[in-house]
């Protein structure tokens, strides 16, 4: 089952990467939280996927280009996913790119991804789930 959950998460987060679209295996009630992320300063849970699409156009908003790439998705053990991303992205306005290595913890339930836990660097995101880089 565990090889089962990291393929479904794996699959979410390269699809959204990829087309920006919301696969099927993200439940209609997903839950996206920024709880765990330090600094984040808004609305620490989003609910539903029209949730998660207002989280994500404010989280892209300075940007004119942003992009992400999956560096790796381990295991977390249980029903949980540890997915590492790299995103970069060129200020509206600037040449100037910024960017950020976090981690996400996926949580699958029934074939679907039921909640993604966001961390503001990949250590964080192993130490929700007990894991070490």
């Given at each position: ?17 990829g087309s920006r679209q ?39 908003e300075p940007y004119a ?57 990949h250590e964080d995101a ?8």
């Open positions: 089952m565990s090889q089962e959950n990291v393929e479904i998460v794996r699959k979410v987060v390269a699809e959204f990467s919301i696969s099927e295996l993200v439940a209609p009630d997903v839950v996206w939280d920024m709880g765990g992320f330090r600094g984040w300063l808004g609305q620490s849970e989003f609910l539903g996927v029209d949730g998660f699409w207002e989280f994500f156009g404010s989280w892209i280009e942003w992009d992400q790439e999956i560096e790796r998705v381990l295991d977390g053990g249980r029903n949980q996913v540890v997915v590492l991303l790299y995103q970069h992205g060129r200020l509206r306005g600037s040449e100037s790119w910024v960017e950020l290595h976090y981690g996400t913890v996926g949580t699958v339930e029934n074939g679907a991804v039921q909640r993604m836990q966001v961390y503001a660097s192993l130490e929700a789930v007990g894991l070490r880089e």
